[in-house]
């Protein structure tokens, strides 16, 4: 009888000492997974969106292009910047009412929906590009021909 219950307390005794090998074994783990740093994503893809333009314009007449950003994520210090180059006819480009932009220069956009205002200069066809693009590279382009 004194040697089933010794046999018992054994028993008992190494599995209990298991479950602590087990249990300090997860608090390692789990101590050492553990990263002090919270990674924020900063770097959100977007999409650059352009209502419908006329498809002819009058010299001397603005053309309004309203732009919107729509962003995948938010990341509050996110800037945006544009630029354009225009390799057929002869007119300007500008933030609404601002000073016209010049060809391959980055300029701030000013918020997530925001007007270009096209002035044309000549008759023959226009064409141009824009670019908007973060500090992060991604970047979205957009082409524009008018007759």
Known sequence: MKYFFSQQLLK?????KQRLYVMFLFICLAIVSCSRELEVQTNFPFELEIMPVPSSVIPGEIVEIPCHIKREGFYQDTRYSIRYFQYEGLGSLMLQEDKPFKPNKLYKVPADSFKLHYRPKS???????????DQFGNERTAEFDFN
Do not use: L, M, P, T
């Open 12 to 16: 008992g005794g190494v599995i209990k």
């Open 123 to 133: 008759k023959e066809g226009h064409k141009f590009q824009i670019w908007v693009a």
